[in-house]
């Protein structure tokens, strides 16, 4: 398979300096590797999105001349996908119900410690979903800074992947 690069803003306004020099990077990584570059819209988090952001991200990256290599993708087209995905994860057991608040995380070390894992919460209204991380990965190889170490605690966390309040966290 050959290399695929992307670049995935939220639509919180239009594009800035920061994300142009990630958008620059991965564009001219995908092509020193004739691969793709593809631009995904992060449109995930309605309370932060501003009217009209996403447009403008595309026009400025058209001015940069960074021309993505396939349709632009909107996450909030994907919604359907990421609940089957979710309701498959939660009828085998490889996620969880969970109605930790993140105070109560802080108060117990600042990492989730599985708490709601074996126990699940009876109403599971309110409940964000959490993901298992039976395998975690403790560290990887950066290119540049080599390898990489993950504090063991976060490595092992399980992470959200459906917040309390109904929306996506997806990467």
């Known amino acids: ?74 996450q909030s087209d994907r919604h359907n996908l990421y609940q089957q995905q979710i309701d498959k994860w939660l009828a085998n057991g490889q996620a969880y119900y969970c109605q930790c608040t993140r105070k109560q995380i802080k108060q117990s070390g600042g990492y989730y410690l599985g708490t709601c894992r074996n126990n699940p919460p009876n109403n599971v209204d309110e409940c964000a979903i959490r993901l298992r991380m039976d395998h975690p990965v403790n560290q990887f190889t950066d290119l540049r800074h080599g390898d990489m170490l993950i504090p063991n605690a976060l490595a092992q966390e399980d992470f959200i992947i459906k917040r309390r309040d109904g929306l996506y966290a997806t990467t």
Not at 15 to 41: D, E, M, N, P
Not at 46 to 59: D, F, H, K
Request: hydrophobic letters at 40%; a negative charge; aromatic letters at 12%.
């Open 1 to 74: 398979m050959s290399y695929i690069g992307r670049f995935a803003p939220s639509p919180s306004g239009p594009l800035h300096f920061g994300s142009l020099v990630a958008a620059l990077g991965s564009y001219f990584q995908a092509k020193s590797q004739q691969g793709k570059w593809l631009v995904r819209i992060e449109d995930i988090d309605p309370p932060r999105e501003v009217e009209g952001s996403a447009e403008l991200i595309l026009q400025a990256l058209k001015a940069y001349e960074l021309n993505w290599d396939d349709e632009v993708t909107y």
